[in-house]
């Protein structure tokens, strides 16, 4: 057998590798131990399940010089390298000083199943220098690594090679190949690589499938699966786990789980958290929960797949008890659920379900990673606490681009655009350069607060400064705060200025800016390309529906309505929510099922009366039926705003503060009601509607009247 170096040199490194764990424990068990006997030693060496069990192995085998021996040398680096043990791996394969390639292949592959990508990559690098020739169980790991970096060039590189050494046809290569292509977004050359292979096997077709799901071509991934089932190849777990994220309809999710049944893969746990998965994507949140309660032994991503499910599915109060019941059964959750959760407290918009998250992440392990970080930021913007908000955002050990835009995008939404720009340039000033994320947030923030000097200031920058060349959005947000302000001439002309065709976006901002100032002319040139291109989206024709009741034009308003009903567009039904002690309420317009609507309606009677002495008059432009006046105010004393805020009045204690949640814009008249409703009561109430926050006190709103 080939001898690595001598026995002296040898020793010297192996006890050198051992001393440290000898010195902690004064004697290492193993080097009283018998020596290993050569049949015996590879058996040995992967029995060892513990970094302290394969030392002492290791440490028999110094004494009876078995680590002189080339095949067991390279089982034992083997076997440090799948332990987790990578610099133990390394150092001895750093004093063997081998060329043999075997071994060369088996430190590539523990860097790359270590997450030591880089590091793989660099020694196959050191392998070509040396001249020591890359066979097929070198190029899998190395395109492993390159896939995991997205390094497209080095990948490119490495199938040169894989060409220039005779292994273009070798299978396993092959599917490495179209897993590393995948992974750098460059599916089109995986399929090339697919069809180019002489032959496949069940995991060139998942590989290939896998690819086309990772890169949103759902349709071609499922296209190729039935075509893989019509050359009689049998999927196996991982076949189907590629193929179930491009099913979009529930009959594509009722065939695969017929698929999943006849080749008796619905019992494996992975499939079945998949599955859960599926139908939930599908719109079949009850089918997901029956998969759910099904699973006997829950696992970690049983509960979360099914707390993320209802996430998607817009049921945030059953995601949050799911996770109450997931803590009842003592499992810890992860970093995956805890963005889950927060999501759902996000749709809910509720401070003190915030509160008892941020509690959670605090006493977790990930109280410091910067994405649940920036979440809870979020979260706590998207609650109305800023101070909670930049607590956090200052005590954050590091920050990123998400972080820096999310909290300005939140002093944006609630109408600090001043401080929205001093934490802009404080960003600016530090090494963090802003993107086109950035510059949406700051443009939307000046929009908000009719900053329309500091807004042109921040769009010309763009590429003079950071080389960020704006997008739709970007001139959206232009349109926007041009619209806002009453400069309709200059909108329309920016609009007709620009270097793209305007989009959906652009239209919209303009067509909402015509609904503050009343410019039926520009709405209806907006609404023409909105119909174009935005035909499905109910709140265009309901905007310019309202354009036209509120001048008086209810003729045309009526054939607004008609064409919905002939388009077979709905609108959105507008409604309300508050937390109340510990519990979420849903009012809508009318609302008569809450348990104290006797006791709503007749505070609510009251205190209209309160503010109508206090100089309230109804606006009843916001009534889009033709009826009679007294009718007209009648149902505006019903939105869903104002039964919310009575409610909330009712259950709290004085002088707290009312949240509340609408799911679209605030109604304009129960945007001034609540001005005086927060004059005659002393409370403070906080509006969080579908585009910003309204923070209403002492008979003011924050918004100063400009949203």
Same mark, same amino acid.
């Given at each position: 057998m080939h001898r690595l170096t001598t026995r002296?040199?040898?020793?010297?490194?192996?006890?050198h590798l051992l001393s440290d764990s000898a010195k902690d424990q004064n004697h290492l068990i193993s080097l009283r131990l018998r020596p290993i006997k050569p049949e015996t030693c590879v058996s040995l060496i992967k029995q060892c399940g513990t970094i302290k069990t394969l030392k002492s192995v290791h440490a028999s085998m110094i004494r009876s010089h078995l680590h002189l021996n080339l095949f067991f040398f390279t089982n034992l680096v083997s076997q440090y390298a799948s332990l987790g043990s990578v610099s133990h791996a390394y150092t001895l394969f750093s004093a063997s000083q081998s060329s043999d390639a075997f071994l060369w292949n088996v430190m590539i592959r523990g860097l790359a199943e270590n997450g030591r990508h880089d590091h793989s990559i660099l020694l196959y690098r050191q392998m070509q220098e040396m001249g020591i020739k890359p066979d097929n169980f070198t190029f899998p790991f190395v395109l492993k690594a390159c896939g995991h970096l997205r390094d497209i060039e080095y990948g490119e590189k490495i199938h040169r090679d894989v060409v220039e050494f005779g292994y273009e046809s070798n299978i396993f290569v092959g599917n490495c190949l179209i897993t590393m292509y995948g992974r750098c977004g460059r599916f089109d050359i995986s399929r090339q690589v697919f069809d180019g292979m002489p032959e496949w096997n069940v995991v060139s077709w998942s590989s290939m499938i896998g690819t086309y799901a990772q890169n949103s071509c759902y349709e071609e991934g499922l296209l190729l699966f039935f075509q893989m089932l019509d050359e009689r190849i049998r999927p196996n777990r991982v076949t189907i786990l590629n193929v179930i994220p491009c099913v979009c309809r529930e009959s594509e999710a009722d065939e695969i789980f017929r698929i999943v049944v006849n080749n008796e893969l619905n019992f494996d746990q992975s499939v079945q958290n998949a599955a859960m998965r599926m139908y939930s994507k599908c719109g079949r949140i009850d089918i997901a929960r029956r998969f759910f309660d099904g699973i006997l032994d829950k696992d970690l991503v049983s509960w979360s797949?099914?707390?993320e499910a209802y996430v998607q599915a817009d049921l945030p109060i059953e995601a949050l008890e799911l996770f109450k019941q997931m803590n009842l059964k003592e499992f810890q959750p992860d970093f995956v659920t805890l963005l889950s959760v927060v999501r759902a407290c996000l749709n809910l918009a509720s401070l003190r379900q915030a509160r008892i998250i941020h509690g959670f992440v605090t006493r977790s392990f990930f109280k410091h990673e910067i994405a649940l970080e920036t979440a809870i930021i979020d979260l706590y913007v998207k609650c109305g606490s800023l101070e909670y908000a930049r607590e956090i955002?200052?005590?954050?050990?590091e920050r990123n681009l998400v972080s820096w835009s999310t909290m300005i995008s939140g002093y944006g939404v609630h109408g600090h655009g001043i401080e929205a720009l001093d934490l802009f340039d404080d960003m600016k000033k530090g090494s963090t350069k802003p993107d086109h994320i950035t510059f949406v947030s700051i443009l939307s923030a000046c929009s908000h607060a009719g900053l329309i000097a500091e807004g042109w200031r921040c769009f010309n920058s763009m590429i003079r400064d950071f080389e960020v060349r704006p997008r739709s959005e970007h001139y959206a947000c232009m349109v926007d705060l041009l619209g806002r302000a009453g400069q309709m001439k200059e909108a329309r002309e920016f609009i007709e200025s620009m270097p793209i065709k305007p989009d959906a976006g652009v239209w919209?901002?303009?067509?909402?800016?015509?609904r503050i100032h009343l410019n039926v002319e520009l709405a209806e040139l907006a609404a023409k390309s909105l119909f174009e291109l935005d035909a499905e989206n109910p709140g265009r024709y309901v905007l310019l529906s309202n354009i036209y009741t509120s001048l008086g034009r209810r003729e045309e308003a009526d054939q607004i309505r008609a064409l919905m009903k002939r388009k077979g567009v709905k609108k959105i039904a507008g409604h309300t929510i508050i937390e109340v002690k510990n519990k979420v309420y849903k009012f809508v317009v009318g609302d008569r099922w809450n348990p104290q609507t006797d006791a709503i309606y007749a505070e609510l009677e009251r205190l209209m009366e309160r503010i109508r002495e206090e100089g309230y008059m109804p606006d009843t432009n916001f009534v889009l039926h033709d009826v009679e006046e007294e009718t007209k105010e009648k149902m505006l004393y019903v939105h869903s705003e104002k039964l919310a805020i009575v409610f909330g009045l009712l259950n709290s204690v004085p002088e707290s503060v009312i949240r509340i949640k609408k799911n679209l814009r605030v109604c304009g008249d129960c945007h001034t009601a609540t %001005?005086?409703?927060? %004059?005659?009561?002393?409370?403070?109430?906080?509006v969080r509607?579908?585009?910003?926050?309204?923070?209403? %006190?002492g008979g003011a709103c924050s918004c100063g009247d400009y949203w």
């Open positions: 002296r040199r040898s020793l010297h490194y192996h006890t797949s099914m707390i955002f200052d005590r954050m050990q919209g901002a303009l067509l909402g800016a015509c %001005k005086f409703i927060s %004059k005659v009561t002393g409370r403070e109430i906080i509607d579908a585009h910003r926050f309204h923070h209403f %006190k």
